[in-house]
């Protein structure tokens, strides 16, 4: 039996929404994607969305410089 591939399915979401999801503008949405830092998919005409994986992506946790005191 052949295996199967099994990919969830895309979230795909405005750029109003990926901007409220990370905290920023509308504006900076479309600069990330002008300058290459998000994908955007443009559907039917002038609809663009976003995939949420890719915004997920953009949220890396700060590092720590080690051991220490944590605020």
């Keep these: 039996m052949p295996a199967t591939l099994t990919t969830a399915p895309r979230r795909l979401v405005s750029q109003h929404e990926a901007a409220a999801y990370l905290g920023v503008t509308d504006r900076t949405i479309r600069n990330y994607i002008s300058r290459?830092?998000?994908?955007?998919?443009?559907?039917?005409?002038?609809?663009?969305?976003?995939?949420q994986s890719e915004l997920d992506a953009m949220l890396r946790p700060i590092p720590t410089a080690g051991r220490g005191r944590h605020v």
Aim: charged letters at 40%; hydrophobic letters at 45%; proline letters at 0%.
């Design 36 to 51: 290459g830092e998000l994908r955007a998919y443009r559907l039917a005409g002038r609809l663009v969305r976003l995939d």
